[in-house]
């Protein structure tokens, strides 16, 4: 007797669930119900149709109902919503939102894919006016374009500086408007750490938005709001991008259990409580491999790879459950920036012991066309070398290198594993050593103590207590911007002039990107200097972390000019 298989919910996890089980019975009865009009849509290209990149909002629908039946036999059931479960009787009932009728479907098994709702706090005074947007579908997507052109709109507040908030950020620039980006938190970006978002922070300003830090949003007006400072920002728009919920009222009704996180709980192979029911995608609790513990991770990889594993279960098929590491990346004009596993913040929370390394090399050989800096930053377990997380930002192609750690995590592998990594190379797409595999020897030399470095978020503290550091880059390159309170000595003439430099302080040594300074540090140890200290990022990664605070705050700069070269 086939099965009958009924799937709440469509996009990645529940069509992805629902072509699954085709493939794998031809013979079941498959309904897809969806309570918008789309069952299929590319939710992750939403931002790009406010600038044109996505011209024709219907381009963002993937797959018609017409075209699951012709292709897949499957039902797709579009306007109909999912009321509530009757588990004992192996039931949902389900309104028809364009007849206002309800019926009754009966299953053998049940697939929950709601998604997850965007938050919109009703503690903030205004939060319902018809110029408050959130973005979840094509529906909402389509009415704040049209509510925006047909408005005039020419100042947009977008709310949380998220990945969806700074996608719509840069797609209101590249439409003309005036753009605010408000965030509650002290930077943009969660997953980056505080280190690696000064980065894109100064992306973000040098492109006309208007980033707004630590100041959460308390009231919304026609033509402005007010943060929680008294500031008033000009918005005759606002765009609500402050995350999201899971949505597990159905899931809440029908007596599934949530997890500690506030998703529904699932097992191994995503079934709920109940054993015919399953669930995938935003609404689920997942597992992560590095830290241990639950947490959700609302990205559309892993609602895909959580789709297959529920259908193969289904029909017997054993799955391997890793857990997720959380990987993403994001375009923010000019800037890629990628990141995967845990970031200081979580690994802090975590308990775990760590370190990082973070190294500038080029991207591809300095001679080839659109050649630039990326800024690679390494995390791992103290002492063993495992490797824990990874964020690279720069203008090439950012994600091949991150998508390397986190095929190094899912296989648990240490620093020194990846120092003998063989890595496809040509001057148009790499360099000899990779950013990778650059990276990981120079942690390997920390585990080993073969020299000590000092971070980029320590250097203004550095400055402002006359620390002695030394500038080992030319004097061309001294005289085009350096930290205010360093001296230079070239490491063409480091041996020479060793009597300049003490023996009884730290000695703190910064080149452009660290690798001269590295060298610096070792020629030093050789002469018997046991307390030199290399700046990790050195000139270019301390111009990069003080510039957007530089520019929005009051303090006072800590160099004579910003190289960004």
């Known amino acids: 007797m086939s099965k009958k298989i009924l799937v709440v919910g469509g996009v990645a ?3 992805g669930t629902a072509a699954r089980i085709r493939r794998l019975d031809e013979d079941a009865e ?6 918008g009009p789309h069952v299929s849509f590319s939710n992750c290209a939403l931002p790009y149709h406010l600038s044109g990149v996505v011209k024709d909002c219907d381009d963002l629908v993937l797959m018609c109902p017409s075209k699951f039946a012709e292709q897949y036999n499957i039902e ?7 009321l509530s479960i009757n588990k004992e009787a192996k039931t949902v009932e389900v309104k028809d939102l364009i007849n206002d009728k309800v019926y009754t479907e009966k299953y053998d098994k049940l697939i929950l894919s709601p998604g997850a709702n965007p938050i919109k706090p009703k503690s903030i005074t205004g939060v319902d006016r018809d110029n408050v947007f959130t973005i979840r579908n094509v529906v909402d997507i389509d009415k704040l374009n049209k509510y925006v052109n047909s408005n005039n709109v020419k100042n947009v507040a977008v709310i949380g500086a998220g990945y969806i908030g700074v996608e719509i950020a840069e797609n209101f620039i590249h439409s003309n408007k005036n753009v605010a980006l ?4 002290d930077q943009v970006l969660q ?8 980065i894109l922070q100064k992306e973000l300003y040098d492109n006309g938005i208007n980033v707004v830090l630590a100041d959460p949003l308390t009231e919304i007006h026609s033509d402005h709001v007010v943060l929680k400072s008294g500031k008033k920002i000009k918005a005759e728009a606002i765009v609500l991008a402050i995350g999201v919920s899971p949505e597990t009222k159905l899931a809440k009704a029908a007596g599934l259990k949530i997890g500690e996180t506030g998703g529904i709980e699932v097992n191994h192979n995503y079934v709920t409580s109940d054993p015919n029911i399953y669930a995938v995608g935003d609404v689920i609790e997942v597992y992560s491999k590095i830290a241990r513990s639950k947490t959700r991770l609302p990205l559309a990889g892993p609602a895909q790879r959580q789709a297959r594993a529920a259908a193969n279960h289904i029909y017997n098929i054993p799955n391997r459950n890793n857990g997720v590491i959380g990987s993403s990346v994001i375009r923010a004009f000019d800037y890629n920036a990628a990141t995967t596993g845990l970031n200081e913040k979580q690994l802090k929370k975590a308990g775990i012991s760590y370190d990082f390394v973070y190294v500038i090399p080029m991207d591809k050989v300095g001679l080839m066309p659109d050649a630039n800096p990326i800024h690679f930053k390494l995390l791992y377990e103290v002492p063993t070398g495992k490797v824990l997380g990874a964020q690279a930002i720069g203008k ?26 063989e890595l496809a190379y040509a001057p148009l797409f790499s360099t000899p050593r990779n950013a990778v595999n650059q990276a990981s020897l120079v942690a390997t030399n920390l585990i080993n103590n073969r020299f000590k470095q000092v971070p980029v978020t320590k250097v203004r503290e550095l400055v402002e207590n006359d620390a002695f550091i030394v500038d080992v880059r030319e004097k061309d390159e001294y005289a085009q911007g350096h930290l205010i309170n360093s001296i230079n000595i070239p490491l063409s003439e480091l041996r020479e002039r060793t009597a300049e430099i003490p023996t009884d302080q730290p000695v703190y040594l910064h080149c452009r990107s660290a690798q001269r300074s590295y060298n610096a540090c070792l020629a030093l140890q050789g002469k018997g200097y046991e ?19 530089d520019q929005t705050t009051e303090r006072a700069k800590i160099v004579t000019e910003y190289n960004f070269n």
Do not use: H, W
Request: glycine residues 6%; negative net charge.
């Open 531 to 549: 307390n030199v200290i290399n700046i990790s990022g050195s000139y270019l990664g301390i111009c990069c972390y003080e510039y957007f605070l």
């Open 396 to 421: 090439g192609n950012v994600d091949k290198r991150i998508d390397i750690i986190a095929t190094a995590i899912l296989f648990e592998a240490t620093v020194e594993e990846l120092t003998e990594l």
């Open 13 to 15: 996890g529940g069509a």
């Open 30 to 35: 498959i309904i897809m119900f969806e309570r």
């Open 191 to 198: 997953p980056l750490d505080f280190d690696m978002a000064q």
């Open 182 to 185: 408000v965030e509650a938190m």
């Open 76 to 82: 797709a059931r579009v306007n109909n919503e999912v």
